[in-house]
């Protein structure tokens, strides 16, 4: 079981056995996949890419979930208002959050800035 914002750490064995790799969390506890998205950005994440592109499935290892947000702002009742902001990557985390609390009593705002 896991929450929006917790990460997990990944290995890819046909890469290499030692070498894990934190990554967010980016489906919700309530489907019925675990999803992560992983942006190409240094030579162990292009290794998978090419290989993800190579083969219809990847094998891995996985640990985990660690973390979370400090403060819940989607149960709390003190909170009406939530402004999330995020850039690149991070957008995953909040469009997480969203989808659990659809219905929520909340008004939530959501900025975020695509990469550039």
Known sequence: ???PS????IAIPELS????????????????KVSMHI??????T?????????KSTVPF???????????????DKRYKVALLISGGIGCKLFQTSLILHVSSQILI????????
Do not use: C, I, T
């Open 109 to 116: 705002h959501f900025l975020f800035s695509p990469q550039q």
């Open 39 to 44: 942006r190409v950005a240094g030579n162990w």
């Open 61 to 75: 290892m996985m640990e985990g979930p660690y973390g979370n947000f400090g403060v819940d702002v989607m149960s």
């Open 17 to 32: 056995r030692f070498e894990w790799h934190p990554f967010s969390l980016s489906s919700a506890p309530h489907q019925s």
């Open 1 to 3: 079981d896991y929450n």
């Open 6 to 9: 917790q990460y997990v750490y």
């Open 46 to 54: 292009k290794a998978l890419h090419e290989l993800a592109f190579k």
